[in-house]
């Protein structure tokens, strides 16, 4: 059976190109799908990919990968400083993680230094632009392959 990768984006991502694009470029979040896609197929991973802005839509986007994929990457934009609600859905589950972001958050204010996923994550990738989702992608699939 093909393995398969959630891809989970939290709030803001959805103004990804018009967004402070001196931190974050001026890719979207739909460049960023696809990508995640290309990547995917190559590899070939079966990928969903979702973004909310509620944290109890990514808690359930979360849940919900339970039984439908393998791996689970997730950007939480603000909710990676804040949210005990994402982490115990992450432990709760159970899957693979691997934390990404697209700025590298430890260059940035001191409140984005914590991170609420890094306990239960597999691995942290920041400040690689898109490429942080596909090094997360590519990851998920050396632990599926038990390559690493
Ligand atoms: C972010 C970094 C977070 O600190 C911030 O709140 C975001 C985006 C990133 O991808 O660089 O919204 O997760």
Known sequence: MGKSVLVVNGPNLNMLGTREPEIYGKLTLADIQRACEDRANARDLGLGFMQSNHEGELVSAIQGALGTHDGIVINAAAYT?????????????????????????????????????????KGIICGFGIDSYLLAIDALDNIFQQRN
């Open 81 to 121: 400083h804040t949210s005990v609600a994402i982490h115990d859905a992450l432990k709760a589950v159970g899957l693979p993680v691997v934390e990404v972001h697209i700025s590298n958050t430890h260059a940035r204010e001191e409140f984005r230094h914590q991170s609420y996923i890094a306990p239960i994550a």
